[in-house]
């Protein structure tokens, strides 16, 4: 069996100084040395990766290929917000702490399920719209005796783990703009890291670290620059600068930049290195962000879609890599980041691995940077493949900000790997990848101008996807949306097993010393697959979409499994919600599951999935007004309530509202903002009444439309 070193583990010399770990070590919380020594770690799941490697690997066996069709459920709890879960719980000490859509937190018994406490931030709705993605939240940090949260409105708390009261919390963000957090803190030695999103409207990338004790912020590292650069700014920014063209930056058109930094951290403690990952393009389409003389798309914009590594101690710039240069497409370099130690071509390498959006499987030196292997994990059409250099070779078709004409491009802005986290199993060798297909059209839109207060600033016409309402051609286009669980050979630089799923948008993933790998699907099931061959060993159904990762951990020697349920995200409130219908119909079931062998408890019983009728007033405006208000909609609506108002089960379905035969009513929802609590805020600074009229014109047409699309099957 290969043997597969990490970091971490070069600490064990402490175990053998009889220290133990697990409920015995309460007293002590959460230092440095047991982050160090986390994979050894067996009953407890500390950290979001479950190790500073981000490895999500754990040698618990009792549940193996063996005894898994013995698991059963042994509790589980229902959340309170019916929104997308996508957090990772910590255990730590017989409890389990998770959050919720909303920034909520909840401490139980591990064991048995018992609700300790739970806390609410109280993140005002109307901050819902300033987040891409759905309001979820991806799990907390641990350090002494407190956790530590990043809320959706931009603030960072710290919560006493024992009673979940607050000992200080703060803006983190300046939170008159539209920057949000979803993400898990990490820590290091007492510094707690957050960065944040926000930059399809506008911002301009940063994170940060703050001292776990005061809250005081100790450094800031911005990953674009801010377009003033001058020989008094940071080295590194300098030299983004010279990537840059156009002179927008930091200017009043609203343009921020991007390269936000809303998930993948890891941490190297040998070589003190702290890697993150950096996301897309504000606004996306370059021609409009980075402008050459001649108008079209120019530089490779630093540090988009990168890896950097910094200095935990000093935010000090050490390396990057940057996956797409001149990034244009949506392809966030922010997905998960692992690191591991691999032999490749004779030779002992300390790697750092990433499947980012753009669909190649990145293999670097996490020392220098410097690039090892590049290839396709998924149908990719943007790129034929990656230089010796570590550069895309680029399909000239596909570069959308040059051309200046539409083109569809594999894979889309959703990617081929979202937020999802992968898992590595040390002994077979293999990546897991929570891998899809969905390639997408971008139409470059002209004289396109961003809107600081509201919508989507992509600076593509989001309406040129919308599929029309022709039965034949919408069973086509589902077809070509898959799903997969890819077990990925870093150093054969190829999958060596693949399982087809219905569709995108299947969740995080767990390995485990029992030779398994635990994943649930937007088929709303939970399954268990041999960690070496990809046999599905046990399936539990579990109502709804899973999308978040599982843990493992134990409890008085007991092994249980837990993974947080409930469908959402930027897939399900993104996407036509008649395409995800025809892959695997799902509603959001919020839930805490939690599973042990012999577990026996009953989930209550599936309740039918039911839709208000499709019964719209007849639509009766001029072309020119349904037309106006389609630009509209896919600019300001689409991205909660999905392109051509095709709704999903997660947010409403315009077509089925009630106020589309009400204008006052419509006109006091969205113009006025009377549902701002629910998060439907006022669109009064960026649509006119004229405008948020054309809009219910237009989702009164489509849904006219496909009532009768509906009647001829």
């Not at 490779?300 to 050490?318: F, K, M, Q, W």
Request: glycine share 12%; net charge negative; proline share 6%.
């Amino acid at each position: 069996m290969k043997k597969f070193a990490t970091a971490a583990l070069a600490a064990l010399a402490l175990a053998s100084c009889g220290q133990m770990f697990g409920e015995q070590m309460s007293e002590d919380g959460i230092d440095a040395e047991r982050l160090l020594n986390a994979q050894s770690d067996d009953a407890n799941w500390i950290s979001y990766g479950r190790n500073y490697e981000e490895q999500r690997y754990s040698p618990l066996a009792q549940v193996n290929a063996e005894t898994v069709s013995d698991l059963g459920l042994a509790w589980f709890d229902d959340m309170d917000t019916a929104r997308g879960q996508e957090a990772t719980p910590l255990v730590m000490d017989g409890t389990l702490y998770v959050t919720t859509a909303w920034s909520k937190v909840k401490a139980y018994n591990a064991a048995t399920g018992e609700k300790l406490w739970e806390y609410d931030p109280e993140v005002p709705g109307e901050t819902a719209v300033k987040a891409c993605c759905d309001v979820v939240n991806r799990g907390v940090a641990a350090w002494g005796d407190h956790l530590f949260l990043g809320t959706l409105d931009g603030r960072l708390i710290k919560l006493n783990r024992e009673t979940g009261a607050v000992a200080w919390e703060k803006a983190v963000v300046d939170q008159e703009k539209s920057y949000t957090i979803t993400g898990a803190p990490r820590i290091v030695d007492g510094k707690v890291f957050i960065g944040s999103g926000g930059a399809e409207f506008g911002v301009r990338g940063n994170f940060a670290a703050f001292d776990a004790g005061s809250g005081e912020e100790l450094w800031r590292f911005y990953t674009v620059p801010a377009g003033d650069e001058d020989e008094n700014s940071p080295e590194y920014l300098q030299a983004a600068a010279k990537t840059w063209s156009g002179n927008v930056l930091g200017s009043e058109s609203g343009i921020g930049g991007g390269g936000t930094v809303w998930d993948a951290m890891a941490y190297d403690p040998e070589l003190d290195l702290l890697y993150i990952g950096v996301g897309n393009g504000s606004p996306w389409n370059r021609a409009y962000r980075s402008p050459g003389e001649d108008g079209t798309g120019e530089g490779d914009n630093l540090y988009l879609s990168s890896v950097i590594a910094v200095r935990p101690e000093t935010g000090e710039y050490v390396w990057h890599y940057q996956t797409t240069p001149g990034e244009t497409w949506d392809f966030t370099a922010t997905q998960h980041i692992m690191l591991a130690d691999l032999e490749i071509d004779g030779e002992q390498r300390k790697v750092l691995m990433q499947a980012p959006k753009n669909g190649f499987f990145y293999v670097l030196d996490r020392e220098t940077g410097a690039f090892i292997s590049g290839d396709a994990y998924v149908p990719v059409n943007w790129a034929t493949g990656i230089d010796a250099n570590g550069r895309p070779i680029e399909n000239p078709e596909t570069r959308i900000d040059v051309t200046g004409k539409p083109a569809i491009v594999a894979p889309g802005a959703l990617g081929g790997h979202n937020w999802h986290p992968m898992a590595f199993h040390p002994g077979e060798g293999l990546v897991y990848i929570p891998a899809f297909e969905a390639a997408m059209m971008y139409a470059p839109e002209a004289d396109w101008k961003p809107d600081p207060k509201r919508g989507f600033n992509v600076g593509f016409d989001l309406a040129a996807g919308d599929l029309p309402p022709d039965e034949g051609f919408r069973t086509e286009i589902a077809g070509t949306l898959k799903g997969r669980l890819i077990a990925w050979d870093p150093v054969a630089k190829k999958p060596r097993w693949t399982v087809e799923h219905p569709g995108p948008w299947n969740g995080g993933l767990l390995a485990t010393g029992g030779n398994l790998v635990f994943q649930g699907t937007a088929g709303s099931e939970f399954n268990a697959y041999n960690a070496a061959t990809g046999d599905k060993l046990w399936s539990f159904a579990a109502q709804t979409g899973v999308v978040a990762p599982p843990i493992t951990y134990t409890v008085d020697g007991e092994q249980y499994v837990a993974v947080l349920a409930g469908w959402g995200g930027a897939y399900a409130i993104t996407v036509d919600g008649d395409l995800l219908k025809r892959k695997a119909p799902v509603r959001n079931v919020s839930r805490l599951l939690v599973f042990k062998l012999g577990g026996t408890a009953q989930l209550p019983a599936e309740t039918d999935m039911v839709q208000t009728p499709l019964d719209p007033p007849p639509s009766r405006a001029s072309a020119d007004v349904i037309a106006a208000g389609g630009k509209s909609y896919a600019r300001y609506c689409a991205v909660c309530h999905a392109p051509a108002a095709v709704g999903s089960t997660v947010l409403p379905d315009l077509r089925r509202s009630g106020a589309l035969v009400n204008p006052a009513a419509w006109q006091n929802i969205v113009h006025d903002g009377a549902l701002k609590d629910r998060g439907m805020v006022s669109f009064s600074e960026s649509l006119s009444k004229e405008e948020v009229d054309a809009i219910r014109e237009f989702v009164i047409f489509r849904a006219n439309q496909d009532k009768v699309m509906a009647s001829e099957q």
